[in-house]
């Protein structure tokens, strides 16, 4: 099954002891195929720059981490028509469909209310950690 994660799930995974790092050792165990795109890891690093002041050095290492989780990471996507809410949510949609992703996790309302993308299934963590039970 290919999984795309949302940044805020990524962030996350590394911030806290929980459910989202749970599912990324779950993606490094290759439980599923984590599909991530440039776009994404750039929007990781952005954050974990910018919010939460992260050495660079230490953001490297965290995004070897995240590389290695994934099967897969898009180099160039072709943009989402405006499908969210929030725009800047297309980029996510826009990997999951170059992707042919069967699910999107995500905490994200702007996302989650959408449910469905065509094929795509919108998730939230403990939703698709349920499918592991």
């Known amino acids: 099954m290919k999984v795309v994660f949302d940044t805020n799930i990524l962030i996350a995974a590394f911030l806290t002891e929980g ?47 995240i590389t290695e989780a994934a099967s897969k990471i898009l180099q160039k996507v072709n943009p989402a028509p405006h499908i969210c809410r929030d725009p800047n949510d297309d980029m996510i949609i826009a990997c999951a469909i170059g992707a042919d992703a069967d699910y999107i996790v995500t905490g994200d309302e702007d996302l989650l209310t959408l449910k469905k993308f065509k094929n795509i299934i919108i998730l939230n963590p403990r939703n698709f950690e349920t499918m592991f039970a």
Do not use: M, P
């Open 19 to 65: 459910l989202c790092s749970g599912l990324l050792i779950r993606a490094r165990k290759h439980d599923f195929d984590l599909i991530l795109s440039d776009d994404i890891l750039r929007e990781f690093k952005g954050a974990l720059t910018k919010k939460f002041k992260i050495s660079s050095s230490d953001i490297s290492e965290i995004t070897d981490i």
